[in-house]
């Protein structure tokens, strides 16, 4: 039985402090965590995120104001968040600023010993394989389903006991 596939999950988190007289400051945060909309990018789904959170943090700032207390001239910046497993990357790929993990790289992990499943559609390993055991670490961090390369790995089996993975569906 296959697992459906999981959409990438997007968080924003937008914030603002802003002092309200001597030695008192006002803060409001705010936070979205939602699914990456089919045909949506990360950047595309940031962004719309993004928009309803400023709007509300612009709100914030005209009640303080309002309010007769100070208010400085600008939003506080924040980097969003993206969680969830990372859309597949072309074969090859490696980032120019990042040197990957050898022991989660796709083609280090293609040479596992992997067992192929009767129906054809994945493969298993040994969860306590010594040769997997930054997998089996990087699994049970996640705590659910990843996605490296062109293939998606998840616990099987009692107690976790073996792992599992399967093609990535192209959209």
């Known amino acids: 039985m296959s697992e459906k596939p ?5 968080r924003v988190l937008r914030f603002l402090t802003i002092p309200a007289g001597q030695d008192t400051w006002e803060k409001v945060e705010y936070q979205v965590d939602a699914d990456l909309p089919l045909g949506y990018t990360v950047e595309d789904g940031l962004k719309e995120l993004q928009q309803p959170l400023d709007r ?3 709100e914030f700032r005209e009640k303080i104001a309002a309010a007769g207390k100070s208010v400085s ?6 980097t969003p968040q993206v969680t969830g497993p990372p859309p597949p990357l072309p074969p090859g ?9 050898p022991e989660l790289d796709p083609s280090f992990l293609d040479k596992l010993p992997w067992q192929a499943y009767a129906s054809g559609l994945g493969a298993w390993i040994f969860a306590n394989l010594e040769e997997a055991k930054r997998l089996n670490d990087e699994l049970t961090k996640q705590g659910k ?10 616990f099987s089996g009692d107690q976790n006991r073996f792992i599992s993975r399967y093609p990535v569906k192209k959209a």
């Open 6 to 10: 999981q959409p990438p999950r997007i």
């Open 56 to 58: 509300l943090l612009q």
């Open 73 to 78: 001239p600008t939003i506080a910046p924040q």
């Open 93 to 101: 790929y490696q980032p120019a600023t990042a040197e990957p993990e």
């Open 145 to 154: 389903p990843i996605s490296i390369g062109s293939y998606r790995y998840k």
